[in-house]
């Protein structure tokens, strides 16, 4: 099992970016599958999660409205639409596989990482 990162760059504030994880193997076998990053300096955070229906989703609140979480069943890959980004937004993001148990939402929960895509916005 792998994941694969890809989409990052540098913008503007107030513009947007697309990121992609694509992921090996059955996408039924992954359960929820969620967007974390880390800014410099600082730990890795939560940004988003979803099942791997794509019929539940769940973001960190200064996110919500900014950025949409998708992925598709057929191929397995993630997305993470990223509208009126912020200086503060700039980060290393990774995406990241539940291990189906414990806090959907801290980095323990999560077995396999990708290797991260960086998003630098700038004011």
């Known amino acids: 099992v792998q994941l694969q990162a890809s989409g990052g760059g540098l913008v503007q504030a107030g513009c947007s970016m697309r990121l992609s994880c694509a992921t090996s193997g059955h996408p039924a076998s992954y359960y929820y599958m969620s967007w974390f990053r880390q800014a410099p300096g600082k730990e890795r955070e939560f940004v988003a999660t979803?099942?791997?229906?794509?019929?539940?989703?769940y973001y960190k609140d200064s996110v919500k409205g900014r950025f949409t979480i998708s992925r598709s069943v057929a191929s397995g890959t993630v997305y993470l639409q990223m509208n009126e980004l912020k200086p503060e937004d700039t980060a290393v993001y990774y995406c990241?596989?539940?291990?189906?148990?414990?806090?959907?939402?801290?980095?323990?929960?999560?077995?396999?990482w990708g290797q991260g895509t960086l998003v630098t916005v700038s004011s």
């Open positions: 979803i099942n791997w229906r794509g019929s539940s989703t």
């Open positions: 990241a596989k539940y291990n189906e148990r414990g806090d959907l939402f801290t980095v323990i929960s999560y077995e396999k």
